[in-house]
């Protein structure tokens, strides 16, 4: 299996992910990842990031050294994954096993937290992202 690298703010994306997404290759890549932690039946270690990921590497935004979503996206998905990491007590550039992030991420977040940990994202509005953490409080998974 390929090492799994993912920014901070993707380990909340994760839980909201329905299917949308920038281009057919980001979506393919994000619901591999996707199905893999959703997964009760498998665990391994993820390390957290501030930059690019693996789903960034596919992501037709990702420019040679920042993300060129829209102007001054790059600051604001490093915003966003500061807060996320920040949020769920975590270091840059360490690993953990999914089962733990998945688990920090159901005690620590609630949905409203998303206002304020993406606030500013696009995909915000659409309600899925807090959907999804309203389900992951909603259900015993790993
Ligand atoms: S929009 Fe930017 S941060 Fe988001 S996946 Fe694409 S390159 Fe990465």
Redesign the pocket.
Request: with cysteine; hydrophobic share 30%; glycine share 0%.
């Given at each position: 299996m390929e090492k799994v690298v993912l920014?901070g703010h993707h380990l909340l994306c994760v839980h909201g992910f329905r299917g949308m997404g920038?281009s057919p290759a980001?979506v393919e890549k994000m619901r591999s990842v996707v199905e893999q932690i959703r997964d009760v039946d498998t665990d391994f270690p993820i390390q957290v990031i501030r930059g690019?990921?693996m789903?960034?590497q596919v992501?037709p935004?990702?420019g040679a050294v920042a993300?060129e979503?829209n102007e001054g996206?790059e600051e604001h998905?490093q915003t966003l994954d500061r807060n996320v990491i920040g949020h769920l007590g975590l270091q840059e550039n360490q690993s953990y096993q999914k089962s733990e992030l998945v688990a920090l991420t159901r005690e620590k977040v609630a949905p409203d937290d998303l206002d304020v940990l993406c606030a500013g994202c696009s995909w915000l509005p659409y309600g899925v992202c807090k959907e999804g953490i309203a389900q992951l409080r909603g259900k015993d998974i790993r």
């Open positions: 920014r920038y980001f690019f990921d789903t960034c992501c935004h990702k993300c979503a996206s998905v």
